[in-house]
């Protein structure tokens, strides 16, 4: 079973950075691609981004695309999210989640482990 941690997130002004933090443990990390979807007060879970198992192929969100990067480090069993250019609109819980082996995937419901979440409000 793997357990998954978030950190990383707080208060920024908007146009700032925040660098999330998702430390993974158990074998079901090992050759899965993993991902950050988030949740926006009042609305439903939306993907963000995600990463292949290898680090090679990324995929993000249209609303993100150009300020927020995932990568990924396998021998420490850490996923990230750089997010630059913060907006308002990025104010959420944010989550990481293990996903499918054989590729990335946008669906939440392809994701089977997720973590608790981390609070990141933009302030205008």
């Known amino acids: 079973q793997v357990q998954l941690v978030e950190s990383g997130g707080g208060l920024v002004q908007a146009g700032g950075s925040l660098r999330l933090s998702c430390a993974a443990s158990?074998?079901?990390?090992?050759?899965?691609?993993m991902g950050w979807f988030r949740q926006p007060p009042g609305k439903e879970r939306e993907f963000v981004a995600a990463i292949n198992w290898s680090g090679t192929s990324t995929y993000y969100a249209d609303s993100v695309k150009g300020r927020f990067t995932i990568s990924r480090d396998n021998a420490n069993s850490m996923v990230y999210l750089q997010m630059s250019s913060l907006k308002s609109e990025d104010t959420a819980v944010y989550y990481c989640a293990v996903g499918p082996r054989g590729g990335i995937n946008t669906t939440p419901g392809a994701y089977a482990t997720w973590g608790q979440g981390t609070q990141v409000t933009v302030s205008s």
């Open positions: 158990g074998r079901a990390f090992s050759g899965a691609s």
